[in-house]
């Protein structure tokens, strides 16, 4: 059984620094693997998704890495703002069309 | 993209009675989720309903609690019934889309129930 793990579960951080967050997955036959942010009581908003071929997805401030031999990826946001304040999410679809979320890490960016 | 929309938005219930969540999307799609995510954590599949065929529950879920109508490509409903408050929790359509197959998934903007 696919299981997904995001660490840490919380991160603050000050206005303006880099920051990495992490999801590691166990079963490796992955089809993709799409990262998300969702506001408090909100729906969620798709960020990146990098197909099980690719190595990186970029968009803005955000670079999303893969290393699917390994069940690891990671998500880089850089000079950090107090919009990005949210849950992150990350979550990997197997070819059986269906998809396993990890819990989160919800990020605080102080002014 | 695909943009979705659900109704109600929010919405307070007694217990033993039923709530009929409703998902459009602007666009035909051909696979349709329903989530379920209860406070604090991540989201559970409830099932997926696909046009034309009975939806496929996961492990834990049962027609009877989570009846789902998908009457055509652009949307679907989700039955919540006899409420406890348990099922406290915010309901999330999703779709998978531009192209099926690509596991690229877009979501609605959440129901969230609270059952007293």
């Known amino acids: 059984k696919q299981e997904v793990t995001q660490i840490p579960a919380a991160l603050s951080v000050p206005e303006g620094e880099n920051l990495v967050l992490n999801c590691s997955f166990t079963d490796s036959a992955i089809y993709n693997l799409q990262w998300f942010r969702q506001d408090p009581g909100k729906g969620l908003t798709s960020l990146l998704l990098i197909q099980s071929s690719q190595r990186e997805q970029t968009s803005g401030r955000l670079n999303a890495s893969l290393d699917k031999s390994s069940g690891r990826s990671t998500l880089y946001i850089a000079a950090s703002q107090p919009g990005d304040s949210a849950t992150y999410l990350c979550a990997v679809y197997l070819a059986s069309g269906k998809s396993t979320f990890g819990d989160g890490t919800t990020l605080t960016v102080k002014p | 993209s695909a943009v979705i929309s659900q109704k109600p938005s929010r919405d307070i219930c007694q217990r033993g009675t039923s709530l009929t969540i409703q998902c459009q999307v602007d666009?035909?799609?051909?696979?349709m989720f329903w989530y379920r995510q209860q406070p604090g954590q991540s989201l559970t599949l409830i099932a997926t309903?696909?046009?034309?065929?009975?939806?496929?529950?996961e492990s834990g879920f049962v027609i009877d609690k989570f009846p789902i109508s998908r009457p055509n490509l652009t949307f679907s409903t989700l039955t919540v019934s006899n409420m406890s408050p348990e099922d406290s929790s915010i309901y999330l359509c999703?779709?998978?889309?531009?192209?099926?197959?690509?596991?690229?998934?877009?979501f609605g903007p959440g129901t969230r129930l609270l059952v007293l």
């Open positions: 666009s035909q799609v051909t696979m």
């Open positions: 999703s779709v998978e889309g531009p192209i099926a197959g690509a596991g690229l998934l877009y």
């Open positions: 309903a696909n046009q034309g065929s009975e939806a496929t529950y």
